[in-house]
């Protein structure tokens, strides 16, 4: 026979038991609406840089599929993955051709796609022209200056500077060099722009 000691210690262990049930369900239900709000719009972005762009994926998604098109439509890749965490997914197009791709990413409930645009550097170079005025004497044209401080150094056929001239100027500039004792047959030059790039310029 049960005493009323044991159904009292019977009836707080279930009201217990019931205490915790009802929290993990309100737990498990919040868990559950995060989940579902949070898509793959607000969890996945892209970075792009030239020919290589990387999938950010914010948060845990499970089984995903990264398909890639080509200009024309036509899938050049595809490949899955599982994601449990946040992860970064990077990509390398620089064995296909530069143009416009589509990126198609799916999981079991939904897609989102982005656009990217694959295309090589291209390399800045140092626009300077020098045109003989006289046997001594010449005219340095640089174009397309980003940025002061271009250098412009006159060296003689044996590699020694005879000359070393800053320009401060933007966008561009036309200067006259005038050389006393020196055949311009003698000298080539050196223009350096303030990015580090650099041109020789010879008048034989």
Request: aromatic share 12%; hydrophobic share 40%.
């Amino acid at each position: 026979m049960v005493s009323s000691v044991e159904k009292e210690i019977n009836f707080k262990l279930y009201q217990v038991m019931k205490t915790i049930t009802t929290l993990m369900l309100v737990f498990g239900l919040s868990y559950s609406s995060f989940a579902i709000d949070k898509g793959l719009m607000e969890v996945s972005s892209v970075e792009i840089q030239e020919q290589r762009f990387t999938i950010n994926l914010a948060e845990a998604i499970g089984q995903v599929r990264i398909s890639i098109y080509d200009p024309n439509g036509n899938i050049i890749n595809r490949t899955f993955f599982k994601v449990s965490g946040p992860q970064r997914i990077p990509f390398n197009l620089s064995q296909v051709p530069e143009g416009h791709y589509k990126v198609m990413l799916e999981t079991k409930d939904e897609s989102r796609n982005f656009d990217i645009a694959s295309y090589r550097k291209v390399e800045k170079k140092v626009m300077a022209y020098a045109k003989a005025i006289d046997e001594n004497s010449f005219n340095l044209r640089v174009l397309g200056i980003t940025e002061p401080n271009t250098t412009v150094t006159i060296y003689s056929d044996n590699h020694k500077v005879l000359l070393k001239d800053e320009i401060t100027e933007m966008g561009g500039f036309s200067k006259d060099y005038h050389l006393k004792y020196l055949k311009l047959s003698k000298i080539y030059l050196k223009v350096e722009n303030a990015e580090g790039k650099s041109k020789f310029l010879y008048f034989n």
